[in-house]
């Protein structure tokens, strides 16, 4: 089994560090197109946020609100926002992950 690094030497490494770039900005659009939804309280707090880290929306269940509880709200809130955020970065960590893996994998040989 050959490697690029061994049929075209420096050529066929910047050519493939050329489609890793590539593959790693495909992925950051892709990853930056999605969007997920942080929930706490059992859905009793939502917020729907892209993969930009743009927080876009947040819905709040009004039997919270009645129960006028201000600092459950706001931790409610909080975990929320936490659990949109932890969702963000695993689609970014998968995107990114997929991108290097598959062009790693060819520039080892593996295609």
Known sequence: MTSPFDQSGLGGIFEEMQRLQQQLAEAEAASSASEVEGTSGGAAVRITA????????????????????????????????RDATTKLIEVRRAAMGQAVGGALSAMLGGN
């Open 50 to 81: 892209s993969g930009e880290f743009s927080f876009n929306k947040v819905t709040i269940d009004p039997q919270v609100i009645a129960a006028g509880d201000v600092s459950m709200l706001e931790d409610l809130v909080l975990a929320a926002l």
